[in-house]
T-cell receptor, first 111, second 112 residues
């Protein structure tokens, strides 16, 4: 099925560092979402973006909806150990309610 | 407010059997969607139900089916299980069609 291109696949960082990950697509999406999944849990919504060019923050997290509507990035500032997990981007195209997901970015934070 | 509840949490089935998974949405939520998560394919949309009607369906074979009851609870059925059906099956609910969904913890299905 259709998927988004999410990178990097994994990241190993030191506590306190900033993190950046992104998703791209060859198709236009009307909504971009960022989720975090902890082991044994379902994905939890972090940020939702609905407008091209939109920049939204949620605490130490900042995400942007690309102006072309084909990409989005997520930044995490001053990482802490509890940021460990897998981050997924997801997009929704016009006229469809289903979400298309990226394959995830596995984040490891060393204390 | 209780979250999305999926039962069972873990399941082991034999190839060729069928399985039914259950999802109870957040109280008041009328939309339930199902996703399959595997290491190889990631998260893939199966189908979505709203007010007992299937609104969207992903690219899965007819062995995968679902339904939604009048109380918004949903079940997903997989018949003639194959080894490749081993996955985490996630259910998500939302209150209406223009809101975002909340995911349950998933049912881990292993087919042997």
């Amino acid at each position: 099925g259709q998927q988004l291109n999410q990178s990097p696949q994994s990241m190993f960082i030191q506590e306190g560092e900033d993190v950046s990950m992104n998703c791209t697509s060859s198709s236009i999406f009307n909504t971009w979402l960022w989720y975090k999944q902890d082991p044994g849990e379902g994905p939890v919504l972090l940020i939702a973006l609905y407008k091209a060019g939109e920049l939204t923050s949620n605490g130490r997290l900042t995400a942007q909806f690309g102006i072309t509507r084909k990409d989005s990035f997520l930044n995490i500032s001053a990482s802490i150990p509890s940021d460990v997990g897998i981050y997924f981007c997801a997009g929704r195209q016009g006229g469809s309610e289903k979400l298309v997901f990226g394959k995830g970015t596995k984040l490891t934070v060393n204390p | 407010k209780a979250g999305v509840t999926q039962t069972p949490r873990y399941l082991i089935k034999t190839r060729g059997q069928q399985v039914t998974l259950s999802c109870s949405p957040i109280s008041g939520h009328r939309s339930v969607s199902w996703y399959q998560q595997t290491p190889g394919q990631g998260l893939q949309f199966l189908f979505e139900y709203f007010s007992e009607t299937q609104r969207n369906k992903g690219n899965f074979p007819g062995r995968f089916s679902g339904r939604q009851f009048s109380n918004s609870r949903s079940e997903m059925n997989v018949s003639t299980l194959e080894l490749g059906d081993s996955a985490l099956y996630l259910c998500a609910s939302r209150s209406s069609l223009n809101t975002e969904a909340f995911f349950g913890q998933g049912t881990r299905l292993t087919v042997v």
